[in-house]
DNA sequence: CTTGTTATGTAATATCATAACAATTCGCAA
DNA sequence: TTGCGAATTGTTATGATATTACATAACAAG
């Protein structure tokens, strides 16, 4: 499965990754969220991983912490971050990845690399206006979108070129 | 399954869809596609139906049209048909479009009514190049990109209203 | 006609996702 | 504190989507 890091660049972890945990902690204080153990697990695991991993290997790591082992458990603690903006769900690769700029709303673009499977969460400045725009040309009216792009990650254009 | 009308709005189908037809056996022509029976029939389908149609679909109905029964029959005619732009694969849906605008490259964002199920393709003007944008300040190469929002429809607007 | 290539057909299976129900836990009002 | 309703978690079972692997057939070039 796919690895997922901020951006295409280097950068410490294991500091992000307690940094957002943090910070949905505090979102479940002020918000009234119920970040319970396997929902938090969930988070965790995929934070931990830095990758965006399907319903069945977040399960699989939820099952070896002594959680259910059936595939509802991992779906739903899926579902509730999801919809509380603290995962994305990446419907190209029927994976999940952590948010890394939970609490602010923003309009993420996501990248796939096609060489090494990396997928990275950028800011989509202007994307969503654009759509928007488009959405009302034809009266429609947008709750959520997701933009995602396929290609190749500067790492991967070294290797081809 | 939803439906999958060219916008919101009415028009006569039967045309549109014969039109169509018609400009993808050109550009088999001109460009040495092998528009296969399989093929052709199953993007007569997806035109006939005028709606996302998801595989098992498609399948049923090449089935009963004398082609094969197996899973592969369908993916490996819409894979070929979205590869040279005549389909579009709605990701959000797990189905797959005839392309309204076959031959002239687009970018195009999908609408999905989240009311009726109904999804209009629409020309996504400034959506690309916003991406793009985005891309290049990650040093992100883009090859394809899918875009897709979920909202209501202007009829279902009414209806909610 | 033969050879390499592309396309089609089929069986089997992998992967992803949800419905339905039972048991438990939690928040809260009486 | 007790009891109630709602939310959460767990399990069984199944549904829906997609691919691998291999056999066969059509086709174009030499």
Redesign the pocket.
């Known amino acids: ?1 796919p690895a997922s890091p901020v951006a295409f660049a280097k950068h410490d972890h294991s500091a992000c990754s307690g940094d957002i945990l943090k910070q949905a902690d505090a979102l479940a204080r002020t918000e009234g ?2 970040l ?4 938090r697990r969930t988070l965790e695991i995929l934070l931990e991983s830095h990758q965006a991993l ?4 977040v399960l699989e790591r ?2 070896e912490d ?12 899926l ?2 971050l999801v919809e509380h903006g603290l995962v994305h ?1 990446i ?1 190209r ?4 990845a952590a948010c890394m700029h939970p609490g602010s709303p923003h309009r993420p673009v996501f990248f796939i690399c096609t060489g090494c499977d990396t997928v990275a969460e950028a800011p989509g400045t202007g994307v969503g206006e654009a759509i928007t725009r488009a959405a009302t040309t034809v009266g429609f009216s947008v709750e959520r979108m997701n933009v995602e792009a396929v290609g190749l990650c500067p790492a991967c254009q070294e290797c081809t070129a």
Chains 1, 2 share one sequence.
């Not at 399907?54 to 290997?57: D, L, N, S, V």
């Not at 690769?93 to 999940?96: H, I, Q, R, V």
């Open positions: 499965m969220l119920r319970t153990p396997v929902r399907g319903a069945y290997e939820l099952a002594g959680f259910g082992h059936q595939p509802p458990v991992a779906y739903r603690a579902e509730f769900r419907r690769l029927n994976a999940f």
